[in-house]
């Protein structure tokens, strides 16, 4: 081994051991102690239903992953149109904005602390050590503070950990920065629709959509804001497109069965809540929906069996 790449390894092992280090020196004065002192887990993305202190049924909203998070033009088809699949390439501004160098950089080129630090976090959080990644995200931001991903993700995070508010402040931060990106403007939204504030939240998703008309998060969050809302028939178009671009939501299914359902189109409805059951066989409010629109049916031993696998599911 030469002694230049000695050095780099070198280099890279000291960067990610230190924010290793500093993770866990934070992770102790920051952790809220479970059961066992063990680290709070991340509520999934995926819409889950949650109960109320009063018992009632709550619809989290969907949030993006940590790299759906856009912060330059996408790349187009050969038409024009926005290809979603892809995430563009930065422009030197944009790079510099984050940190990044204004120059490409070679294949065999050392990768950057600022890099080191945002891929260390990144493995932190998926090894399920929710605080470190936080505080590598710190480290990294008072290194560059506009550097939108690594904000962003730490936003996500203090939302799953149940701090909204700073988790806004974020998010805000990222739009200060990057007003016009579509899926800051989605996180921001999804975040304030849990909180109830329906108004702001629905500027936001129908922003994004101004800036990205194919954003399926967008479009399933701002239908899921005008169920609650109890806007059944507005839900129904934002939860259709939502699932014509990407097939494979269920969650979407399961709420355009519940929309369906209230405009009285059973039929519809039951066909969304069947397809929502083979995209997630156990998901026990799909089910619950199907026993719903079989009494609906007058099918009354079909919904008992929809009733008793729905329990089933649930663990009552």
């Known amino acids: 081994m030469n002694r230049t790449t000695h050095r780099r390894r070198n280099r890279r092992r000291k960067v990610v051991e230190k924010a290793g280090h500093t993770g866990h020196e934070s992770s102790a004065s920051a952790t809220k102690a479970g059961p066992h002192g063990a680290e709070p887990t991340l509520k999934p993305i995926e819409v889950i239903a949650r109960q109320d202190a009063a018992g009632r049924i709550e619809l989290p909203f969907e949030i993006a992953s940590e790299d759906d998070v856009l912060v ?11 290809d979603p699949a892809h ?12 940190g990044g160098n204004t120059t490409p950089r070679k ?16 493995e932190a959080h998926s090894q399920g050590e929710v605080r470190r990644a936080m505080a590598i995200y710190r480290e990294l931001l008072a290194l560059n503070p506009g550097h939108v991903k690594a904000r962003n993700n730490l936003g996500l995070l203090l939302d799953n950990t149940g701090d909204s508010e700073e988790a806004l402040q974020q998010l805000q931060l990222c739009l200060n920065t990057e007003p016009d990106n579509p899926q800051v403007l989605v996180n921001r939204g999804g975040v304030l629709g849990t909180l109830g504030r329906f108004t702001e939240a629905e500027d936001d ?16 969050n701002l239908g899921l804001l005008m169920s609650r ?3 059944w028939r507005d839900a129904l178009p934002h939860l259709r497109r939502s699932i014509e671009l990407d097939l494979g939501r269920a969650t979407a299914y399961l709420h355009l069965g519940d ?15 069947q397809r929502s059951v083979e995209l997630v066989p156990n998901n026990a409010k799909a089910f619950y929906g199907l026993g719903i629109i079989y009494d609906r ?19 009552r």
Do not use: C, I, W
Not at 72 to 82: F, L
Not at 259 to 273: C, M
Not at 297 to 315: K, N, T, V
């Open 259 to 273: 929309a369906l359902n209230h405009v009285d189109d059973l039929d519809g409805a039951l066909q969304a809540y």
């Open 72 to 82: 330059a033009e996408e790349k187009t088809n050969g038409d024009g149109t926005a």
């Open 107 to 122: 294949l065999d080129d050392e990768p950057t602390a600022q890099e080191l630090l945002y891929n260390a976090a990144k």
């Open 87 to 98: 995430h563009a390439t930065d422009t030197p501004d944009q790079t510099a904005r984050r």
């Open 205 to 220: 998703l129908r922003r994004a959509l101004e800036l990205d008309a194919t954003n399926a998060e967008a479009h399933f």
């Open 229 to 231: 809302r109890g806007l």
């Open 297 to 315: 049916l007058h099918r009354p031993e079909d919904a008992g069996q929809m009733y008793r696998r729905s329990r089933e599911l649930a663990g």
